[in-house]
């Protein structure tokens, strides 16, 4: 009798570290030893889920002003962009994934830096309207935004910021479930000072678990992650901008 066919490897694992908080440090260093096998061919291509202890991270463009102005240390990363806090409350999702190529992937077309942040940030915005949250892009900004209203702000819901090294990405996006965004009026988030973040909690007033977040993500992300052609939502049309709060009363 023969053997049957062994199943095919999924197109990207997903690797849940949510239950306890990850120190960052520890978990930068942990994508750096999944990039390598992924970049290699050794490891399927992964996403690992996180959710941090109080941290600061300052990618290469951050300028000194952007930085606390209490002093609070800054962990100085790799990544593109600027600085962002992540926290307990938050999502943060690490796709570590290559970037077809022609020369690699016969048949398919290559995959720029641009095209793969798109691609996260759709994954965002679909997740959201499954919540009934209406988000979007905003033209000029990365991450994914809620537009201005008349009384608020645009502000922002995900950010993201990424590597590429040998066609393989690292680094990735934090979504905000409900962290305490008072956090983030320590700093320029993201170098924006005129706009606001925000919360599915803050939204909604109560947020799903981040594990539940997390599964309700997988799909939207492992669709886009295979690099297939997709519908790309417009960009926001925000209504006049509101006084900037940071997610702070004032």
């Not at 965002?124 to 702000?153: E, K, Q």
């Not at 599915?200 to 977040?213: H, M």
Request: with cysteine; proline share 8%.
């Amino acid at each position: 009798m023969s053997r049957p066919a062994p199943l095919a490897a999924p197109a990207v694992v997903f690797d849940h570290r949510l239950d306890g908080l990850s120190e960052y440090r520890a978990t930068w260093e942990l994508q750096r030893v999944v990039h390598a096998g992924v970049a290699s061919g050794e490891r399927p291509d992964t996403v690992l889920y996180v959710e941090h202890d109080h941290v600061f991270t300052a990618g290469r463009t951050t300028l000194p002003h952007e930085r606390p102005f209490d002093g609070t240390p800054v962990v100085d990363v790799d990544r593109g962009g600027k600085i962002t806090y992540h926290g307990p409350g938050q999502l943060v999702g690490y796709p570590i994934v290559r970037l077809p190529d022609p020369g690699s992937s016969p048949g398919r077309s290559r995959v720029g830096v641009v095209d793969y942040v798109r691609r996260v940030e759709e994954a965002l915005i679909r997740v959201l309207a499954g919540y009934g949250i209406a988000s979007g892009r905003v033209a000029g900004r990365t991450g994914v935004w809620l537009g201005a209203d008349g009384t608020r702000p645009e502000r922002k819901i995900a950010a993201i910021g990424v590597r590429v090294a040998k066609r393989t990405t690292m680094h990735g996006f934090a979504l905000n479930v409900d962290p305490d965004l008072s956090w983030f009026g320590r700093i320029v988030p993201c170098g924006i000072d005129d706009a606001g973040v925000t919360s599915i909690a803050a939204e909604l007033g109560s947020a799903p678990s981040l594990t539940q977040v997390a599964r309700d993500l997988e799909p939207h992300l492992a669709g886009l992650l295979a690099f297939t052609p997709y519908d790309l939502s417009p960009d926001l049309h925000s209504s006049p901008a509101a006084p900037i709060t940071f997610g702070l009363t004032v």
